[in-house]
Antibody
Framework: QGQLVQSGAEVKKPGASVKVSCKTS????????INWVRQAPGQGLEWMGW????????TYAQTFEGRVTMTRDTSISTAYMELSRLRPDDTAVYYC????????????WGQGTMVTVSA | DIVMTQSPDSLAVSLGERATINCKSS????????????LGWYQQKPGQPPKLLIY???TRQSGVPDRFSGSGSGTDFTLTISSLQAEDVAVYYC?????????FGQGTKLEIK
């Protein structure tokens, strides 16, 4: 069936960068795209982009273009999302979620990683 | 960007009664070449990630109880819970995956009356 396990909570200062990992297991990592979605405290869901583990192609939401980088290491079945030039309003839970084609619903989610940006 | 608008923002329903949540997209999410609506519904409980309930607007995800159903096409969609159970208290989101950026509705909070 599989699962996605994310790295632990982070506290960062404004202007810093954060890199969140998402380790996949129980399925062939190259069969599914990995999306990143964030949720600010008490707010809704915001899609950030996806990476195709089979080749490494990416698509980012324009909101995050220039600040976000999504990568993967297929040898360890892990995807990464790095967000730079952090601001306090980047404080959120960041989720990874898989979909089979890059244009499908997200059928499996990681547990979430809380990123707090504070001086 | 496609804007997803859910109604109502919150809903209180008695146990055993029907709950209905609506979702409207600012443009059609029906792909004519395959006649599929690129619309999903998710359930999120406090402290948990979202869980996929419905995809292609009306296909129930494996393991989801059959009291959950989705309907609609084009720009107007509905999630129905036929007989509300206590464990259905959650926030529900619709999502379009027709085109990037994928976008979600603002969420509907479902409570017990």
């Amino acid at each position: 069936q599989g699962q996605l396990v994310q790295s632990g909570a982070e506290v960062k200062k404004p202007g810093a960068s954060v890199k969140v990992s998402c380790k996949t297991s129980g399925y062939t990592v190259t069969d599914y795209y990995i999306n990143w979605v964030r949720q600010a405290p008490g707010q809704g869901l915001e899609w950030m982009g996806w990476i195709n583990p089979n080749g490494g192609g990416t698509t980012y939401a324009q909101t995050f273009e220039g600040r976000v980088t999504m990568t993967r290491d297929t040898s360890i079945s892990t995807a990464y999302m790095e967000l730079s030039r952090l601001r306090p309003d980047d404080t959120a839970v960041y989720y990874c979620a898989r979909d089979i084609n890059g244009d499908d619903a997200f059928d499996m989610w990681g547990q979430g990683t809380m990123v707090t940006v504070s001086a | 960007d496609i804007v997803m608008t859910q109604s109502p923002d919150s809903l209180a329903v008695s146990l055993g009664e029907r709950a209905t949540i609506n979702c409207k997209s600012s443009q059609s999410v029906l792909y004519s070449s395959n006649n599929k609506n690129y619309l999903g519904w998710y359930q999120q409980k406090p402290g948990q990630p979202p869980k996929l309930l419905i995809y292609w607007a009306s296909t129930r995800q494996s393991g989801v109880p059959d009291r959950f159903s989705g309907s609609g096409s084009g720009t107007d969609f509905t999630l129905t819970i036929s007989s509300l159970q206590a464990e259905d208290v959650a926030v529900y989101y619709c999502q379009q995956y027709y085109t990037t950026p994928y976008t979600f509705g603002q969420g509907t909070k479902l409570e017990i009356k």
